[in-house]
């Protein structure tokens, strides 16, 4: 028997959310998003819409949303509902860091 990620973690989010991303030169575009949506996708629709358009070069991002004045990094296994997104919320495509051994 096969179950989705879904029903694995047992979260289920109804509903979109008409959000803005940003790109670290201060390019944006609102998307569309369902709250259900893993931010991984999210993260690769956006750049790939983003590089599509010339806008951003290639590389490693991840997303971001400021909660209280901060960036939040926003985990790429998380749905977009786990960070409480509403329509006008704006992400941030920050680079992602390199995994470096501390030897």
């Known amino acids: 028997m096969s179950s ?4 694995e973690d047992g979260k289920h989010y109804h509903g979109d959310a008409e959000v803005t991303v940003r790109t670290p ?3 944006s575009h609102t998307f569309p998003f369902t709250l259900n949506e893993l931010v991984a996708r999210a993260d690769a629709q956006a ?3 983003f590089v599509e358009h010339g806008e951003l ?3 490693d991002y991840g997303l971001a949303v400021l909660r209280d004045g901060k960036p939040v990094e926003m985990a790429d296994t998380a749905r977009l509902g786990d960070y409480h997104l509403v329509d006008g919320d ?3 495509l920050v680079v ?3 995994q470096v ?3």
């Open 4 to 7: 989705t990620n879904t029903e």
């Open 25 to 27: 030169a201060g390019a």
């Open 47 to 49: 750049i790939g819409y």
């Open 57 to 59: 070069a290639t590389g």
């Open 90 to 92: 704006v992400l941030h």
């Open 96 to 98: 992602e860091e390199p």
């Open 101 to 103: 051994d501390g030897g």
